[in-house]
Nanobody, 125 residues
Framework: QVHLVESGGGSVQMGGSLRLSCAAS????????MGWFRQAPGQERDFVAA????????NYGTSVKGRAAVSRDNAKNTVYLDMNSLKPEDTAVYYC??????????????????WGQGTQVTVSS
């Protein structure tokens, strides 16, 4: 099991940008595929991005493609999510998650084993 803690959320103006961080502890971080998801009130958890253990491969959800970049620093046990051109519909709680395999179902929340507590992002118009 890996323990995950997100940070970097807050209130942002529409069109702005932000960086979320997710610090991991526990088992070796470099073994894990890392994912970012978000959940708005009353909605299902939505896939944002995933990055392979080496960082070589990435996936993005359609709602953020072109506006998001996921990266990781295995030496710091941290994964990042940079987002720009933020819209009010990006408002949600953002979660990072971990799993031990890189597969075609990186977009499914049920594929992930460990989750952080989430960080709120609010985009105002």
């Amino acid at each position: 099991q890996v323990h995950l803690v997100e940070s970097g959320g807050g209130s942002v103006q529409m069109g702005g940008s932000l960086r979320l961080s997710c610090a991991a502890s526990g088992r070796p971080f470099s073994y894990y595929t890392m994912g970012w998801f978000r959940q708005a009130p009353g909605q299902e958890r939505d896939f944002v991005a995933a990055i392979s253990p080496s960082g070589f491969s990435t996936n993005y959800g359609t709602s953020v493609k072109g506006r998001a970049a996921v990266s990781r620093d295995n030496a710091k046990n941290t994964v990042y999510l940079d987002m720009n051109s933020l819209k009010p519909e990006d408002t949600a709680v953002y979660y990072c998650a971990a799993k031990t395999t890189w597969t075609v179902i990186n977009y499914l929340p049920s594929a992930y084993d460990d989750w952080g507590q989430g960080t709120q992002v609010t985009v105002s118009s």
